[in-house]
């Protein structure tokens, strides 16, 4: 391996390891190797601006002012109704609502961590009170708010789309079918713990009840399908979906459901502000680690390896899926994507992945990385609001990991049950 690359690498993982905030860590390491290199230092500059200066990043901060606007609005509340009235009743009740109204939620944010810190406020100390224990609690409360970098609009698919040169449109269609399996297996699973250990159920509504809550939530329920609608059809842009979307969203919280006032704005405005700014100086790090990595031919050497090792596509797609569950238990998945991409996407050519299906499968296990220490962002979360120590969360999240391990392997295994559907409304994708 060249030595640069060894310094580049090998640097970034000292830092780490001295506990140096990843992003600081990414930004020095690439610095020290620019250094030893003997590149200009405008070099460093340059990446910094170009990794963040993209069109397509700019749905990131208006689908996480949605998220937000949506949970001070009283949106969540709404779903939360929308999920008891259809799923309650079933054994496990409060378990389901925790799954279904993360699937819904998911349709508005595009942000895991919003999902968990929103729902599991609410949910968490609800099914305690219920009789559910409290590391199941947590556990279905941080596996579930994963879907939000899966079903779309997923920010986490933006970032991949504008640096992969993909269309966001058809990566976000890639995430429907992934993002209901993975909603209906952790559904499945509560059922079954509910049954041997006896949680309770919710009381189940008629179906007028039911129709009444739905069609009270229905304008919300609706943003989803304005922003897939829009942006598969070629009406606007993912940014400019996002965008509309807030627009949409105001309307909805401010005139419909006066849940907040115009007064409640600036500090909503400055928290999506600071939620922005945080990851993007993140992904600007990144952008010049990952800018360094396909300079010194990473990407060529890596693929070359594996090769050496299988020219098997199902063996490449092991050893990625592997690389990947290793990479998200100490990076963010924004910032695993912008360094890794350029392996990752030389690694799917050599055996002829495709590009959307690999952008899928990679999304799928980095957010595994969400619910795994010592990263895991939505388990600490939800550890936090259960009031229980990381590892005892960990133990009881563990078999929703292969849950979603094993929705991964059917995908790598049947490649159109994710692509049939942006193979029919987006074709040119293909």
């Known amino acids: 391996m060249n030595s640069h690359l060894l310094f580049l690498l090998g640097s970034f993982f000292l830092f780490i390891a001295i506990r140096v905030p990843v992003a600081f860590a990414l930004g020095l390491s690439s610095l020290l190797t620019v250094v030893q290199l003997g590149l200009p230092f405008t070099s460093i500059v340059n990446q910094m601006f170009s990794g963040i200066n ?61 999902d968990t810190a929103g729902i599991g406020a609410m949910l968490i100390p609800a099914m305690k ?141 400055a928290d999506s502000l600071i939620g922005y700014a945080v990851p993007m100086f993140a992904v600007a790090n990144a952008s010049i680690f990952g800018w360094l990595i396909a300079y010194l031919n990473a990407p060529v050497m890596v693929a070359n390896w594996i090769l050496s090792l299988t020219h098997s596509y199902y063996g490449v797609y092991a050893m990625i899926v592997l690389f990947l569950l290793i990479v998200g238990t100490f990076l963010s998945p924004l910032t695993a994507v912008i360094i890794f991409l350029p392996i990752l996407q030389k690694m799917g050519d050599s055996v002829g992945i495709h590009p959307l299906h690999l952008g899928v499968i990679v999304n799928l296990t980095l957010s595994l990385g969400l619910i795994t220490p010592p990263y895991g962002i939505c388990l600490l979360i939800a550890s936090q609001l259960g009031e229980i120590s990381t590892p005892r969360a ?37």
């Open 54 to 114: 993209s069109f397509p990043l700019l749905a990131v901060p208006f689908f996480l002012l949605l998220g937000r606007l949506m949970n001070d609005g009283g949106i969540t509340d709404r779903l939360m109704k929308v999920s008891d009235a259809w799923v309650g009743h079933i054994k496990g009740g409060l378990g389901h609502v925790n799954v279904m109204v993360s699937m819904l939620f998911a349709g508005l944010s595009g942000s895991s961590s919003a």
């Open 394 to 430: 960990f133990l009881a999240i563990f078999p929703m990991i292969f849950l979603t391990i094993a929705v991964i392997v059917l995908g790598i295994l049947f490649p159109e049950l994710f692509l049939f559907i942006p193979r029919f409304f987006m074709p040119a994708s293909f």
């Open 129 to 269: 009170k219920a009789g559910f224990d409290v590391d199941f609690s947590v556990a279905i409360t941080a596996a579930s708010s994963t879907l939000g970098g899966i079903i779309p609009p997923s920010i986490l698919m933006v970032v991949y789309g504008a640096m992969g040169q993909l269309s966001i449109g058809a990566l976000f269609l890639t995430g429907i079918v992934p993002g209901i399996l993975i909603g209906i297996a952790q559904m499945l699973y509560t059922y079954c713990l509910a049954r041997k250990r006896n949680y309770p159920s919710l009381e189940r509504k008629g179906y007028l009840e039911r129709l009444k809550v739905t069609a009270s939530a229905l304008p919300p329920l609706s943003l989803p399908f304005v922003i897939l609608g829009g942006v598969t059809f070629g009406y606007f842009t993912a940014t400019e979906a996002a965008a509309i979307a807030v627009l949409l969203g105001l309307i909805l919280i401010l005139i419909v459901y006066r849940h907040i006032g115009i007064k409640d704005l600036p500090a909503v405005f």
